[in-house]
């Protein structure tokens, strides 16, 4: 077994990003590939063979496909269910939540009175009380089903006030039962935190079960020698669900709990069916590349795009590498040009979304000039040669009225072509006036901001500009489109 290879982590839903949270936290080094089977769960009121059936289904995929070192359970009902066979039947170590929380709270117990809330599943297994009384036969153990809990966590509401109302009524009676520490059985529950706590009291420890794991885990990685020894980014783990790619509920809850700097990779696998056996495989996402040289252009339509919040892997075209031709923009529109653009992509990535833009300046009182030529108006591509000639052509010429225009065009496999247009009036300057962005910016004055677009920041512009504009307009065409077909 590799040591630098990842730790699978599988849960019903989302509850187990409490355990990845501090996985990421406590275990830099390590790469971690997680499954949520949001599909199926939740999973507390599933027979035991159902959970079983499912858990070995990720185990499998994790193992197969990702060739995982170790797999963390990071579901009590999961745990409680299933732990056992897993560890009996997969040659890698198998970890779960339960002995890990089990332990910890015995160790914090003072008054040996320790309270539990799970699912109906896990208290039902009695799998905390048997590993508590391994520790401690005599210790008293309150165990209390919370299956609403989990659901107001799965539903995203784990922070709204009518939240805060059910927790405190839930668990008033384990204020009365003098207990001195309260276990947090159910990945989920940490979430509530601050209002478990509040319902308890400050004098009681909370045990979150997850956290705990953690050190099992280390434990385990030293034991074996199975440390990772290249330091992995938390940015490369990724995240299966096994609900539709257009389902994004997990992705912002995870998003909201996990709150990494960088977009979270979140993948789906779908459930395969044939005859008795299931099995998971990836869908495979098509990226959304921008098919553009232009690399001004890609951080404008990356940002505004990340704005829009799309679910799509926005990809810049040099990843395609050497294969991309040359372009030959000899259309008379901007439609024209932006098409080939796409068409010629498409041709090499068949399988992607391709997103080009074909933009330019308008002048008024040239005929529209630039227009379908800014780029290679006085030389090809040189900013400083085309700003001069467009200030020589206006010499002592008052009227100063200009457009920029952005054409783009998306398309896909088996999908229309999609044209969005967006333009911006403005005014063009006697010199130059501001270092920001490209082409003719320094030239261009908007007049409600009294400053070109070399004088606004990148945001600033972009909620103005043409290419801003147009974004917006596929924006609003975007989800429609994704579903569509021809
Ligand atoms: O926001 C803008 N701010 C300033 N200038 C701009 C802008 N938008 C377009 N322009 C000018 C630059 C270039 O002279 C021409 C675009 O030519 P255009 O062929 O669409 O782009 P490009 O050749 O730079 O990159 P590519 O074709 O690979 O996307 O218009
Ligand atoms: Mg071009």
Not at 23 to 42: S, V
Not at 330 to 350: L, R, S
Request: charged share 20%.
């Amino acid at each position: 077994m590799n040591k630098n290879n990842p730790i699978g982590m599988i849960d019903s839903g989302v509850g187990g990003l409490t355990v990845i949270k501090e996985a990421q936290k406590q275990l830099p080094n390590e790469q971690f590939i997680f499954i949520g089977d949001t599909a199926r769960m939740p999973y507390g009121p599933r027979t035991t063979d159902e959970v079983i059936a499912y858990t070995f289904q990720m185990a499998n995929y994790l193992i197969t496909e990702k060739q995982i070192k170790m797999l963390v359970i990071a579901c009590n009902t999961a745990t409680a269910c299933a732990l056992t066979v897993l560890q009996k039947k997969l040659t890698i170590p198998v970890i779960g939540v339960i002995q890990p929380g089990a332990q910890a709270a015995q160790l914090a117990t003072k008054n040996k009175t320790i309270g539990i809330i799970a699912t109906d599943g896990t208290v039902n297994s009695k799998a905390y009380e048997l590993q508590i009384h391994q520790y401690g036969a005599d210790t008293k153990v309150l165990s209390q089903g919370e299956p609403d809990f989990v659901q107001l966590v799965e539903a995203n509401k784990y922070q709204d006030h009518a939240t805060r109302d059910i927790v405190m009524n839930h668990l008033a009676p384990f204020k009365a039962a003098g207990i001195d520490t309260l276990i947090l059985g159910c990945t989920h529950f940490p979430l509530l935190e601050p209002f478990i706590r509040e319902a308890v009291g400050k004098q009681i420890t909370l045990i979150d079960s997850g956290r705990e794991t953690i050190y099992a885990i280390k434990q385990c990685l030293n034991k074996l020698a199975l440390n990772s020894d290249i330091k992995h980014n938390h940015d490369e783990d990724i995240y299966y669900t096994t609900s539709d790619s257009d389902d994004d509920t997990f992705k912002v809850i995870a998003t909201n709990w996990l709150a990494r700097i960088h977009e979270l990779d979140v993948r789906h696998l779908k459930i395969v069916d044939n005859g008795t056996l299931q099995h998971l495989e990836e869908i495979s996402m098509p990226r959304l590349i921008l098919a553009s040289n232009n690399q001004h252009k890609i951080i404008e339509i990356e940002a505004i795009l990340n704005d829009i919040g799309i679910n799509l892997t926005v990809t810049p075209l040099n990843s395609l590498g050497d294969s991309v031709p040359e372009i030959i923009e000899d259309g008379t529109t901007f439609e024209e040009n932006a098409t080939k653009k796409a068409m010629t992509i498409a041709k090499i990535a068949p399988n992607d979304y391709i997103l080009a833009d074909d933009s330019g300046l308008s002048i008024d009182a040239l005929n529209g000039e630039p227009g379908v030529y800014s780029a290679r108006y006085a030389g090809d591509h040189d900013d400083q040669a085309n700003n001069d000639k467009v200030l020589n052509k206006l010499e002592g010429i008052t009227s100063r009225e200009a457009q920029f225009t952005s054409v783009l065009v998306l398309v896909g496999p088996n999908k229309p072509k999609l044209v969005a247009t967006g333009t911006v009036r403005g005014l063009i300057t006697d010199q130059r006036y501001g270092d920001n962005g490209f082409g003719y910016d320094p030239l261009f004055l908007v007049p409600q901001f009294d400053k070109t677009f070399a004088q606004l920041t990148a945001n600033e512009k972009n909620q103005v500009s043409h290419r801003g504009l147009a974004l917006q307009e596929l924006g609003k065409h975007l989800p429609e489109w994704l579903k569509g077909g021809v």
